[in-house]
């Protein structure tokens, strides 16, 4: 099962087969204060600078989301993907639940783009869907539907299963479509971290499909958050997720020890370079 996006010089495929994909998470203006305000001046400096850095920390793919109180992202969206296209040549994903933005945003991306995202719920469906099939992107799914987000496996498979079958129904291919199993912060549910994982499992061997998560919603609230989440990302891998949305910066080494134990990483050639790469000048030990 291979998902493939792309910018215009450059693909990348998420599959099992490969090693885990990194979405870079910062291009996102929730709780970035600064970002926040610079987006609501047109200011697009921090968006270049987000980029470079996740594009030069590791990301195969860069999150592109301006929704914040003041901004009209129908406009904003556009722009900031422009900007990033002058900035790097990785494929994005189009953040935003404005389709009317998403629309905009596609009409002036070249390639295949990842959409973030469509849900369960009804008028996700009828607005997004369309726009996947038109512009002829990929999809995340995330399990939420019109009665919220389940807290539950059960009810996220069943979601799951639902945004699979209305997606085909769309003419979407199934290796198109990625789903996010969404995490609550154990800090204030202690079992959302084992519901997460049962489901992901559940839906990797029910459906067959990519699945990702953005990790840090689990450590919220909680002291030492990179412990936290490095724990996690390492499961989510071992349990099927096949890309992450995460601060590259942060999270790639757990990732790249995942993924070296789980066989992804041959000779350990990408784990023992990222190594080399952070120690600088001193010698390998």
């Known amino acids: 099962m291979e998902t493939r996006v792309s910018s215009p010089t450059r693909e990348a495929i998420i599959s099992n087969d490969q090693p885990t994909a990194l979405i870079g998470e910062r291009i996102n203006p929730a709780g970035k204060k600064k970002l926040a305000e610079a987006l609501k001046a047109g200011n697009l400096e921090m968006v270049r600078k987000e980029a470079l850095a996740q594009a030069q920390a590791g990301a195969d793919i860069l999150d592109i989301n301006v929704g914040t109180f003041g901004v009209d992202e129908v406009t904003l969206l556009p ?51 369309p726009l996947v099939k038109e512009y002829g992107a990929a999809v995340i799914g995330l399990l939420q539907d019109d009665a919220g987000i389940p807290k ?9 299963h639902k945004i699979v079958e209305r997606a085909e129904a769309a003419g979407i291919s199934r290796e198109d ?12 549910d202690p079992n959302s971290g084992l519901a997460v994982i049962e489901a992901i499992r559940r839906i990797k061997a029910e ?17 030492d958050r990179d412990l936290l989440n490095s724990a996690f990302v390492a499961m989510a891998v071992a349990s099927g997720v096949t890309c992450l949305i995460v601060d590259v910066v942060k999270v790639r ?9 789980m066989g992804r990483d041959k000779r350990a050639r990408r784990y023992i370079e990222a190594y080399r790469q952070r120690q600088g000048p001193k010698e390998l030990s």
């Open 79 to 129: 722009q900031a993907v422009k900007t990033v296209i002058e900035t790097t040549d990785l494929p994005l994903c189009l953040d935003s639940a404005d389709p009317k933005a998403l629309e905009a945003a596609l009409k002036v991306y070249k390639g295949k783009p990842l959409i973030n995202s469509v849900t369960g719920e009804e008028h996700s469906f009828t607005k997004v869907l």
């Open 152 to 160: 539950d496996s059960e009810r996220r498979v069943a979601v799951a």
């Open 177 to 188: 479509i990625i789903i996010d199993c969404l995490t609550f912060a154990v800090g204030a």
């Open 207 to 223: 459906l067959g499909v990519n699945i990702t998560l953005g990790a840090s919603n689990l450590s919220f609230g909680l002291p």
């Open 253 to 261: 080494p757990a990732i790249l020890a995942a993924d070296l134990i």
